[in-house]
């Protein structure tokens, strides 16, 4: 399995990104798929998930109404479109896979990982 995000960088607060998550050598039709984030000191964090079809989202409380995840089957690709960005969102984010129909909020539930993209955002 082979992951790697992009779309990372810097960003004044109130400002938006969007991250991309593209999957190569395994079905990933039929992946759940998830969004992590790990700041220096802390430990990783949920941020969001979505189902294998996109029928179902989930996602922090925190990030909630400014963040949305979503994909494109065709292009192997999960997206997290990030808005209204705080300082607080500063952190390594993380794609995860899990080849299962539930889509889960704990790290140790992902099988696959990427290797991160920083998103920075200065107030």
């Known amino acids: 399995e082979h992951m790697v995000e992009s779309g990372g960088g810097f960003v004044q607060a109130g400002g938006s990104l969007r991250l991309s998550c593209t999957v190569s050598?395994?079905?990933?039709?039929?992946?759940?798929m998830a969004w992590f984030r790990q700041a220096p000191g802390k430990e990783r964090e949920f941020v969001a998930a979505i189902s294998w079809s996109g029928s179902r989202t989930y996602y922090a409380d925190s990030v909630k109404g400014r963040f949305t995840i979503s994909r494109d089957n065709a292009k192997k690709t999960v997206y997290l479109q990030m808005g209204s960005l705080k300082p607080e969102d500063t952190a390594a984010y993380y794609c995860a896979a899990d080849p299962g129909s539930g889509i889960y909020a704990t790290p140790a539930s992902y099988n696959y990982w990427g290797q991160g993209t920083q998103v920075t955002v200065s107030s």
């Open positions: 050598g395994r079905p990933f039709n039929f992946y759940a």
